[in-house]
C-alpha cells in the first residue's frame, strides 16, 4: 500500500509568522546545512556582484534573519537598505530600518526602491500575481529585482530519506515526501512567471552537492519544517526518528551522505 502525499499550506500568514519563522531558529538550520556544500557560495557576495554602484535604495523582502541584509549594509553603506518581513518575531534582533509587510501589499510609495530583494520567499505568498505587482511597483523605473529559489529536484535524496522513514513509521509502501517549501515558486517556473511583469530575465544556476559523516546538520534540517507537522500525513517526531536510524544505517554502510542541490538566483529589470 502506498500513501499519498496530504497538501501542505505553507503560505498561512499565521503559520509563518507564529511558528515557521516566529524567529530564526528553523531558518538558520535550513541555511546550516549548506556548510557542507561543494562548491560553496557567497550568496550576499553574488548578489553584491551585480547590484548596480548607483544603488541608493534596497528593499530586503523577506529578510529572515539578515544574512543578506547585513552584507550589503556592510558594503553598501551609503544604501539606505530596508529589512521586511511578514515575522515581526523575525525581525525583533535586527538592526533598524525593519518593517512588518504583507508582500500583497507593501506600505511604500511607487518608485520607492532602485532593487528589490525576494530571496527564497516568493513560494510563501499566497498572491503571487498581486506580490509581484506590488514589487514592480515600488521599484524605479528600470529598477532590478533579485529572486532566488530552488528547482524541483533539489535535495531529491532528502525527499527519499523522508518517504522511506515515513513509509516503515505508517506501514506502508511508500510514504510521503517531505514539506517541499519551493515548489510554489519552483527555479524552473520562476522565469515564466516573472515574465508578465519584469524584462531581462537572467537566471544564476547554484548546482552544487552536500556531503555529510554525521547524522545532526541532516536531521536538524529536516526537524525545521516542524511547522507543518501538523499537514505532513505523518507522526512528525517517530519519522524523525525513523530517519535517524535510517541515516546512521547509510553512514555505517557508505561513510557519507550526500545530497544533490541547484538553486538559482534571477535578476531581472522593470521596463523603463
Partial sequence: MTSQPEEVDTTSRTKLAGSAYKDEAD???????????????????????????STTSVLDLGCGNGKFLHRIRLERTHALTIGADI???????????????DAAALPFASGRFDVVLALH?????????????EIRRVLVPGGLVFVSTNARTDKA??????????????????????????????????????????????????????????????????????????????????TIDRAHELLVRHLDRRGEFTISCRGGIIVARKSL
Fill in 27 to 53: 531558518l538558520a538550520a535550513r541555511q546550516s546545512l549548506y556548510a557542507w556544500q561543494q562548491p560553496s557560495y557567497d550568496l550576499p557576495g553574488i548578489v553584491l556582484e551585480h547590484l548596480p554602484a
Fill in 87 to 101: 515575522s515581526p518575531g523575525i525581525l525583533t534582533p535586527l538592526p533598524p530600518p525593519t518593517v512588518a509587510v
Fill in 121 to 133: 520567499m516568493l513560494y510563501h505568498v499566497a498572491e503571487l500575481p498581486a506580490a509581484l505587482d
Fill in 157 to 238: 535524496e532528502l525527499d527519499d530519506l523522508w518517504s522511506a522513514a515515513a513509509a516503515d513509521v505508517l506501514g506502508v509502501t511508500k510514504g510521503p515526501r517531505r514539506v517541499a517549501l519551493s515548489e510554489r515558486f519552483a527555479l524552473e517556473d520562476a522565469p515564466r512567471l516573472l515574465e508578465p511583469y519584469f524584462e531581462q530575465i537572467t537566471t544564476v544556476d547554484l548546482p552544487g552537492v552536500i556531503t555529510v559523516r554525521e547524522p545532526g546538520p541532516v536531521l536538524a534540517h529536516l526537524r525545521s519544517y516542524r511547522a507543518w507537522a501538523d499537514e505532513g500525513g505523518v507522526p512528525f517526531d517517530a
